[in-house]
């Protein structure tokens, strides 16, 4: 199983790019490129933003699991795609797949891979919500298929950024993308009397000095019951739209 964010860091060199990272190892790099470094994100919410972009780094991904194209050919590759994905949507990462070498494809709806992890009995219906960088899934699924399910444009990149900005605010610091998704981690918390505190590495946006500051959930909190409040709403949708035989279940 590849489970890594979707992005890719390049370097220029005498007017030619050549790929340094990919995945977390990419990620990790986004508050510290160089001047001749640059971080792509070729999928995004999902869908394919770039596609040779996309192509470029997922060649870079089979290379080192899999090998060069002479070895992908009887490869079965199952790629977990939004659920709420349109018809045209899977036929571009059906698309690139082929591009990359591979015949045997199976596009399946994220909402059923997670659901697949959960249990192996098939009779089971599960309401499952799965928030993803830019988007939340909900969704009516079994092992088999996906019943129904909606999608909601947030996810844990708005979360960062609200988290972002509340520091900002409370203290006039700059953090990094690295140290928000550690502090959501290990700090986040929906309860108010949560009084967990976290040190962390951030500039101070006045002199750009860096020093390490202690933040505590409380600094964040409002930011993360608003986001929460918006999917819990959305679920509260979700079930209304549902056959009454569901509502048992």
């Not at 640059?38 to 394919?48: C, D, S, T």
């Not at 998704?181 to 505190?197: A, C, M, P």
Request: charge should be negative.
């Amino acid at each position: 199983v590849y489970c890594e964010p979707s992005v890719f860091a390049i370097k220029l060199r005498k007017g030619k790019s050549q790929v340094i990272a990919y995945g977390k190892s990419a990620y990790d790099m986004c508050n510290e490129l160089q001047a001749d470094e640059k971080l792509i994100q070729p999928i995004k919410n999902g869908q394919i933003a770039d596609f040779e972009s996309a192509r470029i780094m997922l060649d870079c991904i089979f290379n080192d699991l899999i090998g060069n194209k002479n070895k992908r050919k009887d490869v079965v590759i199952i790629l977990a795609v939004p659920s709420c994905s349109t018809k045209s949507q899977r036929e571009q990462f059906n698309d690139l797949l082929h591009k990359l070498g591979f015949y045997s494809i199976m596009l399946v709806p994220q909402l059923t891979a997670t659901t697949a992890l959960l249990d192996e009995n098939i009779n089971n219906t599960y309401l499952v919500v799965d928030i993803g960088a830019g988007k939340t899934e909900i969704g009516l699924c079994t092992i088999k298929n996906v019943v129904n399910a909606i999608s909601l444009s947030l996810g844990g990149e708005l979360i960062d950024l609200g988290i972002y900005e509340a520091l900002k605010n409370k203290y006039n610091i700059s953090v990094s993308r690295r140290e928000i998704e550690r502090i959501k981690e290990n700090v986040g918390s929906l309860y108010t009397t949560d009084e967990t505190t976290s040190k962390i590495w951030a500039q101070n946006r006045d002199d750009l000095t860096s020093h390490f500051y202690i933040v505590s959930n409380k600094d964040f909190n409002d930011v993360l019951n608003i986001c929460y409040d918006k999917i819990i709403e959305a679920i509260k949708v979700f079930l209304n739209t549902l056959d009454s035989e569901y509502h048992q279940t």
